[in-house]
Nanobody, 123 residues
Framework: QVQLVESGGGLAQPGGSLRLSCAAS????????MSWARQAPGQGLEWVSG????????DYADSVKGRFTISRDNVQNTLYLQMNNLQPEEATLYYC????????????????RGQGTQVTVSS
């Protein structure tokens, strides 16, 4: 059974940092591209970053380039997202998505994800 468990969310000050983790089980993470996406209340999923199964290709949404870093540890079956210089408008639920490098709009909903981890950005 595929399971994705996001963690690492919490409270950060504007300009602060958080590191999100996504622990994968029930499948071999190293065989799949993965993404991070976020979803504000009442909004659709917004793709944030994606990484190939072997980390040879990485991409970011323009809004997070230069501030967020995606990585993965296929031995530990874990995906990461280092988020620096967080802004208040980025406070929302963050999800890891299985099997997708990038997606847009409702298509992102087609991919398996966990329960999400809440990021709060406030002074």
């Amino acid at each position: 059974q595929v399971q994705l468990v996001e963690s690492g969310g919490g409270l950060a000050q504007p300009g602060g940092s958080l590191r999100l983790s996504c622990a994968a089980s029930g499948f071999t993470l190293g065989m799949w591209s993965m993404s991070w996406a976020r979803q504000a209340p009442g909004q659709g999923l917004e793709w944030v970053s994606g990484i190939y199964s072997d980390s040879t290709k990485i991409d970011y949404a323009d809004s997070v380039k230069g501030r967020f870093t995606i990585s993965r540890d296929n031995v530990q079956n874990t995906l990461y997202l280092q988020m620096n210089n967080l802004q208040p408008e980025e406070a929302t639920l963050y999800y890891c998505l299985k099997g997708v490098f990038s997606c847009e709009g409702p298509v992102c909903d087609d991919f398996e994800r966990g329960q999400g981890t809440q990021v709060t950005v406030s002074s």
